[in-house]
């Protein structure tokens, strides 16, 4: 009766030819080459998206407040109420943190 090895029906011919060692090392390196170049076009694509969203998102919050602050002159003016409104302080301060390095220091500045 003959029985057969886990790995018998692997083709052990090539385990000592160089060449055959040469092309796995040359698979592998570009391999890895690809999978670095796509890892970074990919990061670079994520954050130019981000910056567009963090830009939009930013003007968003600052027009809110600046919404908020026309309601709140109009009722001093009517001098009927005392306005009682909030401001989106905490989003602003969120999308400031995140749009650093695309707006210029002196507009973050002025914004916060």
């Known amino acids: ?3 057969l090895g886990c790995f018998d029906f692997v083709d052990w011919s090539w385990f000592g030819r160089v060449q055959d060692y040469w092309f796995l090392v040359l698979g592998a ?3 890895a080459l690809t999978t670095v170049w ?3 076009h990919e990061f670079k694509r994520f954050q130019s998206t981000e910056k567009g969203l963090s830009k ?3 003007l968003e919050r600052l ?3 600046d919404d908020r602050v026309v ?3 109009a009722q001093l003016a009517s001098r ?3 306005p009682d ?3 989106d302080t905490t989003g602003i301060i969120i999308w400031l943190s995140r749009i650093e390095g695309i707006l210029p220091a002196e507009t973050v500045q002025a914004i916060n």
């Open 80 to 82: 009927k109420l005392t």
């Open 1 to 3: 009766m003959q029985t």
């Open 29 to 31: 390196a570009l391999g």
């Open 56 to 58: 939009n998102a930013l």
């Open 63 to 65: 027009q809110f407040n």
């Open 38 to 40: 796509w890892a970074k």
């Open 71 to 73: 309601q709140i002159l």
């Open 85 to 87: 409104f909030t401001f």
